[in-house]
């Protein structure tokens, strides 16, 4: 994929999502909780919620903490509160986050979440699969996957109105 390709608009890839969720919230009665990884997962997982007009309020994780990263340097993290207004333990948990590349986010997701309690299942539900994986994670459902990007190119969420991706170059650093 090259920076002139045009990337999907997000609504169409939400109603897909949506879609894909369907199946899994009869399975469970229709109770689910839906949590959303700060910033662009926040974003997604309240149109998910919206479609799925699900009776729980939904979830939010701050990973920044958890990020095996963190330590690097060169992050500059603006820390929000999760918020988790009910118990995990048990539950049918849906974590949604915007893009997938290497996994790493997914792992501190998963991490935080397990702090709160211990969930009967977790699907991860994303927007946009871009490839690249790290580490084992492969999302439940994907809105659109993009495994042709060069490791420079970045696909980011842009929103919260109206919600948007953009398709960028990252500089590499050079020695």
């Known amino acids: 994929m090259n920076s002139s390709t045009r990337l999907p608009d997000v609504e169409p890839l939400l109603d897909h999502m949506a879609d894909a969720l369907r199946a899994p919230l009869a399975e469970h009665e229709g109770q689910a909780h839906l949590i959303g990884i700060h910033t662009g997962g926040v974003w997604v997982a309240g149109g998910l919620h919206r479609r799925l007009d699900l009776d729980q ?25 999760s918020r988790l207004p009910w118990s995990v333990d048990g539950q049918l948990v849906i974590l949604v986050d915007d893009v997938l590349h290497t996994g790493r986010t997914v792992r501190a997701a998963l991490n935080e979440i397990f702090d709160f309690g211990r969930p ?13 994986h790290e580490l084992p994670i492969a999302a439940d459902v994907v809105g659109a996957r993009y495994d042709d990007l060069a490791p420079t190119q970045r696909i980011k969420l842009n929103g919260p109105e109206p919600l948007t ?4 170059e990252r500089e590499v650093p050079t020695p």
């Open 120 to 132: 009967a299942r977790v699907l991860l539900a994303t927007l946009i699969d871009r490839g690249g």
């Open 57 to 81: 309020p939904m979830g939010t994780l701050d990973i920044t903490y958890y990020r095996d990263d963190l330590a690097h340097g060169g992050l500059h993290p603006h820390i929000r509160p």
């Open 165 to 168: 991706l953009t398709l960028s």
